[in-house]
């Protein structure tokens, strides 16, 4: 099993599959790890590397949000809502899974992609 800092250090890796695989060891360690795998999700979810953050959103958040909506969405709505508009991307790239699926909490990741799709609209423009 790889550390948190190989994992770390893969994300940002220039090749594809490392970055990829880096991601799935990350998304292995949600049921031990979940506030490391969070970290992750934070630095790696920015990337500028459109594919990063499609490794990050469905090998890693969309799996912390399945089991842990709770604790993790409201965080990641802080983020998106104070101008985080790559991880308002991340989250667009990501399926509801397990607990994101109910109703209640569907509703509001659904309305958190508008307003993320907003927000980076009026970064977009100026």
Not at 13 to 20: A, I, L
Not at 68 to 76: C, I, K, R, W
């Amino acid at each position: 099993m790889k550390t948190i800092g190989e994992i770390d250090a893969g994300l940002d890796s220039p090749d594809e599959k490392t970055r990829w695989a880096a991601a799935q060891a990350a998304g292995e360690l949600i049921g031990q790890r979940p506030w490391d795998v969070w970290r992750l999700v934070l630095r790696h979810g920015v990337s500028d590397n459109e594919d990063t953050r499609t490794a990050v959103a469905t090998c890693m958040l969309e799996h912390l949000l399945e089991d842990h909506f709770d604790v993790f969405f409201p965080l990641l709505e802080t983020q998106v809502r104070t101008g985080n508009h790559m991880l308002g991307d991340t989250l667009r790239r990501s399926w509801k899974l397990g607990l994101a699926e109910e109703p209640k909490n569907a509703e509001r990741w659904d309305k958190l992609v508008l307003e993320a799709r907003h927000l980076e609209g009026k970064l977009g423009a100026e």
